[in-house]
């Protein structure tokens, strides 16, 4: 039963969620940006949106 379900969550993981996060990555490379910045970006936004 455990190993069935570890075997669905690493297709999921495999074939959906890696894929997207792929998807992703290609995006911001092509406006110039790498995954870090990117999400340092979203990190500060996020921070001054709770200060205002």
């Keep these: ?3 069935g379900l570890y ?3 690493m297709w999921v993981i495999n074939h959906i ?3 997207i996060f ?3 990555e290609k995006v911001l490379v ?3 940006l790498g995954t870090v910045d990117w999400l340092g970006r979203q990190k ?3 921070e001054q949106k ?3």
Excluded: P, Q, S
């Design 1 to 3: 039963m455990v190993d």
């Design 7 to 9: 075997d669905i969550f």
């Design 17 to 19: 969620v890696l894929v």
């Design 22 to 24: 792929g998807a992703v």
């Design 30 to 32: 092509l406006a110039g």
């Design 44 to 46: 500060t936004a996020a």
């Design 50 to 52: 709770v200060e205002d």
